[in-house]
């Protein structure tokens, strides 16, 4: 296979070519397939920036109706200021395209055939000079592509005169575009986490770490992927594990979705408008970007924005905060929260306050902050900085004069390593806003973890941490006498007061958790319509602001993590972890790891852990992320599978906040009474759910109990030995007295069943060591004992004969 899609093409081509008019249409669509495939390629490998050159390249492609439009932005990726962003990998292949060749070159002789072909359909057509550059033979091909299928009515006969050099162009374009040459694949990520890859084109080496275990920490979405460097998703171009057909958007954006076509089948998809809506170009800074210059606050120079007017003050965690970011310990700090939580107002807050201490002598602000969360909606903005580039740029642009002589000479990523090692300006504290939004936060945080040192600190807000080595600090919902305070502005700022009523602001506070931002939108909505409604009903029709809070960290869930986060929102429920882990691993042997995919939800804070009075962990989603999670779920492939995992949670009963002084004990009961009748009605299979309450059991010893009892009412004297075995299990756990005394009492009954005298005898003993055995236990157990001698002493006689 050299590349899957040309390769499809081409086979489309031999089985549709009974006539050369017939002929020049599919090389048509071969060659449509060739600008879009390398056009996709090209964006997919361009760096995310600041200004956002991807992305405008990915909004105008998506709207584009005509192949010249996709070679225009083949341009802007080969040769506009989109260039500089190219991926290392593909300075090669970009050369290939733009640098000016002659005769026998391949690059020459393709676009010298298309020219031929070109000035045959259309005689005002200039030829090409000496030397020429691949990226005219694209343009040549849109215009061919105009004034014959597009606008024009080409003849047979006049196909007949240029389709030889046309197919000979189109072949060279095919075996040489080295973009058809690199490392294709289709991934798919198995809900264990293992990744199936399927091999496009190219080489193998460069996915085959995908196979291994390690690959389990990367996080790579479902789609096509291209080999540069490392793997880049190709977004344009969709496909499936199979690989039975290729789609590449082709116009009729509507505001809601847009067309996908594939040009060797012919057929057409849906594709989803929603990820290119935003504005592409004039983006305004977001309202916490931080100052173009130094200035000086309190006892520090800084370029801090200012607090955000009507925060709202958080004791408790600011002085934690504050705390930690004064302290000489922790080089770096995080704030961690979900979207919205009031992160960077907090951070703000204190370092206005820590701007007045002798603690720092500079507090250095960099931004990058994609979306401001304002409470008419969220709004799009130009991140400040978006990888070390950007930020030793900000750094050495705010230092200016300040940068002594032997730094200049040095790139701005080394002058700011340097002085973050140092203190220049003396003990400097560099703060990291949406830390998230970065081009990749890994690589940016290895970079600062191996350049800061104290006294020299650094600050980080982001709503997830994939990271290690800092100290974190959670950041959710807010106390209740701070949302009152907050519901009380709010509500004074948009004249509302009177609609806000003890009875309101206890309902408001219940359902956003004490979610600062969720709490503006529901009183924003109150002002809008002059009324007060359940806030829940608000929100799950606020879609734009749902997406905000959420989408950029659910698109970083591992499977097992969205299976898990869709399982827990379609069930508004504290529910034991234990049971969440149980239901996970029914359809999930395969090594994978429930455990890690809760501890994934809890950091990236999707879902809160509580632990109850027994010291047992309960898993609960906030209402805004169950409003999000119930959403993504109507459209999952896996919905049925994750119905079925709720229907299983719904087994063990709802549990309120209240609930959890009870702690897990009435939840595992209730959950097996309700398995046991089941497989008594014949709904369930016992074998099917034995492994789940094996699991259960593993961690909450009582349920060995239930399970024996499960197994001696569902197996009888089949599975006695199984019962002897739960009951021991229990055993080993040391239980109370009292249930102690009640396995030894079961335990005789399965040995007495069985004939086991020796095991009866001991568990008989074990008992009495609890609890004095009633004389009518005394005289059964002496009755066994003597009729089992009686038999044993009859064998004796009869083996001796």
Known sequence: MAFAPIDRVVSRVDRNSDSDFALFMELLYVGELVVKITTAAFVACIENDREGHRYQLLHALVRADGIGEWVSKLYEALVGPATQHLANGLVADRRTFTERVGEGAWQYEASDKLNQVLMEIHPSAQPIGG?????????????????????GAITPATCAKVVAAFRSSINLMIDNNPIFQRPWAYLHRNLSGKYNVVMMGGDTLAFRALTTNTALTENLANGVYISAGRLRPVELLQSDLSLSDFFLPNGAFNGKSFELHSPITDSRLTGDARPYLALANNRPPSETEGKRELDVVGNVFTNIPSVPSGYVRRPRLEAEANSIVANDRHPIVTLVGRGGTGKTSLVLAILHEMA??????????????????????PK???????AEKDIAAEYTSLL??????????????????EHMRSCPMGPTLFVFDNFETVR??????????????LPNKVLITSRFREFKADFPIEVSGMEREEAENLIDQTAQKLGISYLIHSKERDQIIEESNGHPYIIKIILGEIANTHSFRKPSSMMVRKDDILEA???????NLSPLAVHTFLTLSGWRSLVPQLAVEAVLLRH?????????????????SLVDRTRAPDNTSFLGVPLAAAFFGTKKLNVHPHRQLIENDIRFLQDIGATAPTGLKEGIAPRMEA??????????????????????????????????????QINRECEGMNGIEATAGYLRSFLEGSPSTEQSEEAWQQLIAVYRSTGNVIGGCGAFLRAAEIKDPPLHQITSMAHWLNSEREIIDRMSVVRTR
């Open 440 to 453: 990749n936060p890994v690589d940016l945080f290895q970079w600062i973890d191996t350049n800061i040192r």
């Open 588 to 604: 999930h042997a395969d090594g994978s790891d429930p455990e890690h995919a809760i501890d994934e939800l809890v950091r990236m």
């Open 549 to 555: 809070l959420f989408e950029r960290t659910y698109a």
């Open 380 to 386: 799009v903005v130009q991140p400040r900085v978006m």
């Open 400 to 417: 200016g004069d300040l940068i002594d002589e032997v730094s200049t000479s040095k790139s701005a990523v080394q002058t700011m390593a």
């Open 131 to 151: 030397k020429v550059s691949l990226r005219t033979w694209f343009s040549m091909f849109a215009e061919l592509r105009n004034k014959t299928r597009g606008h």
């Open 671 to 708: 959950f097996f009474k309700k398995v046991a009748k089941r497989v008594s009605e014949g709904t369930a299979s016992f074998e099917e759910m034995r492994p789940i309450l094996e699991y259960v059991a593993r961690s909450y010893h009582p349920a060995w109990l239930l399970l024996a």
């Open 356 to 377: 007045t201490t002798t603690r720092y002598q500079a507090i250095l602000w960099f931004s990058a902050r994609d979306i401001d969360l304002t409470i008419g909606g």
